[in-house]
């Protein structure tokens, strides 16, 4: 059982991904259809590759608040940037889609405290918001610079 304490840093969790997300979303409106290639600060991906990834990554980690395993995981991040991309026509609409599946997941009671098949070891859904908040976070300088916008 979460105590009251733990319940209000949660709740302030959950608050910071929805500022994240604010974030990203902000300038993920403003990809143009000629943008997709650009390069990105992550040299390995293009910007239609980042969006993938941070796209993916809700879906994924709602899949392991949801009984997944971590070898799913690892194949589908694999899949997302390279030939079974997760973004199609309206990124922004998968973008919300995604989003709207892990915030359930994570809203589940008891998801906080439960142990999931992470990759690199087990980890507590809290672990999991928290690791969301700093992805998105990360990843929206990296959208901001590749399109050449407001990156603070």
């Given at each position: 059982m979460v105590d009251a304490p733990e319940r209000a840093t949660i709740a302030g969790d959950l608050e910071l991904l929805a500022l994240a997300r604010v974030g990203f979303r902000h300038r993920l409106e403003l990809v143009l259809a000629d943008?997709?290639?650009?390069?990105?600060?992550?040299?390995?991906?293009n910007l239609r590759q980042l969006?993938?990834?941070v796209v993916g990554s809700d879906l994924r980690y709602?899949?392991?608040?949801n009984?997944?395993?971590?070898e799913d995981f690892i194949r589908r991040r694999?899949?997302?940037?390279?030939s079974a991309p997760v973004v199609g026509d309206n990124p922004v609409e998968d973008w919300t889609h995604a989003a709207a599946l892990l915030d359930a997941?994570?809203?589940?009671?008891?998801a906080m405290e439960r142990?999931?098949?992470?990759?690199r070891g087990p980890l507590r859904?809290?672990?999991l918001l928290e690791n969301r908040i700093v992805d998105i976070t990360i990843h929206t300088w990296d959208l901001a610079r590749a399109i050449d916008t407001d990156d603070t």
């Open positions: 943008d997709w290639a650009r390069p990105t600060p992550c040299t390995e991906w969006v993938n990834h709602a899949a392991l608040l009984g997944g395993r971590g694999e899949e997302e940037t390279g997941a994570l809203r589940t009671p008891g142990v999931v098949d992470y990759p859904g809290r672990e």
